[in-house]
């Protein structure tokens, strides 16, 4: 089989700056501390989620 004439090239990682607060869950003390900073100063956003649901009346009128 011949080998490939060139190297594959990837686009490099950037950094994570908004954050689903389920994944902050998983993180480590010392790393939760410093993103939980980062996003209070504003240098990192939140994910926000819009919960417009009202809860449905058990109660039906005929």
């Given at each position: 089989m011949p080998r490939k004439k060139e190297n594959e090239k990837f686009v490099a990682v950037g950094?994570?700056?908004?954050?689903n607060p389920f994944g902050l869950q998983t993180l480590a003390p010392e790393k939760f501390s410093?993103?939980?900073t980062m996003?209070?100063?504003g240098k990192h956003n939140l994910l926000t989620f819009a919960n417009r649901r009202?809860?449905?009346s058990?109660?039906?009128s005929f």
């Open positions: 950094s994570k700056d908004i954050w410093a993103v939980a996003i209070l100063s009202t809860p449905r058990t109660f039906r």
